[in-house]
């Protein structure tokens, strides 16, 4: 009798410990496949051939549910990187932003890296997150923020409508095939 129970415990463990390594890999393949659309959707509205680069960066570095101002930060970056750069770390503008995010030099060396450092994505991204975030807890107005990231005035304007234009194109594609 004892030991049809034993038998009748291990083989209800084995089955618990089947079910659950098998909604675990269920859970896995859920998560890749997600993960795939998203960036097969980024990769859409991003140019260019270091795409896949920006892309798995912001995606490692960034939270899925990481927000400044109910903002979704992931699709703000790449928003931003398509605006700003065409999504070209070398990229060098007329007043000598670098990178993918168009980082000044300053505001690298603010936060500990030299400005040659812009040309790395992952750097650049780093700075480029931490600007957001600190221009964000200075306004109550999250797309403010992505308007002073470029600095003030006609041009910050027009900037700030170009990335609501490609952060609204992204979010709706993402949220029909996502």
Known sequence: ?????????????????WFSVIQNIELKIEY???????????SKHLPGKYKED???NVIDLVKEDEAIHNINLR??????????????????????AIGVWQVMGREA????YHPAHMYFIGANLV??????????????????AVRYYCGTGVDARA???KVQQVYQAISDDLRRDV
């Open 1 to 17: 009798m004892i030991r049809k129970l034993i038998i009748f415990l291990v083989a209800v463990f084995i089955n618990l410990v």
């Open 109 to 112: 060396s603010s936060r500990g």
């Open 159 to 161: 900037y700030e409508k």
């Open 54 to 56: 920006i892309i798995s």
């Open 75 to 96: 699709v703000l970056l790449i928003a931003m990187a398509k605006v700003e750069s065409s999504g070209n770390p070398m990229a060098v503008s007329e007043r000598g």
């Open 127 to 144: 700075v480029a997150r931490d600007i957001l975030y600190y221009k964000s807890s200075r306004v109550d107005v999250g797309w403010r």
């Open 32 to 42: 890749n496949v997600k993960h795939e659309k998203i960036k097969q959707c980024f």
